[in-house]
């Protein structure tokens, strides 16, 4: 059974920075791309970054210049700095996974359970 687990989210104030993880276990060969989505109360889930494989990366505008997203292929993760974090930020933030290989022709496409992040003015 393949899954994301997610980790970091918490309670900061405004101006600070978190670090949210998300680790992909199963029998795993290979991911295409892994990313951030969030989604605020009364609000469509949105994309926040993604990147690639090969590590190409897209952001959001409202985060840009602020979050860095980064993986580490060799443990299938897949991480989302935050810095100068303001309240607009608040959200339950969820993983993505695209395109994940399990089997010769076996692909499943993942999301983690969410980890809610609250930035306080």
């Known amino acids: 059974q393949v899954q994301l687990v997610e980790s970091g989210g918490g309670l900061v104030q405004a101006g600070g920075s978190l670090r949210l993880s998300c680790a992909a276990s199963g029998r795993i060969l290979s991911i295409n791309a892994m990313g951030w989505y969030r989604q605020a109360p009364g609000m469509q889930r949105e994309l926040v970054a993604v990147i690639t494989r090969d590590g190409n990366t897209n952001y959001a505008d409202p985060v840009k210049g602020r979050f860095t997203i980064s993986r580490d292929n060799a443990k299938n993760t897949v991480y989302l700095q935050m810095n100068s974090l303001k309240p607009e930020d608040t959200a339950v933030y969820y993983c993505?996974?695209?395109?994940?290989?399990?089997?010769?022709?076996?692909?499943?496409?993942?999301w983690g359970q969410g980890t809610q992040v609250t930035v306080s003015s």
């Open positions: 993505s996974a695209r395109g994940v290989r399990t089997g010769l022709a076996a692909f499943v496409d993942l």
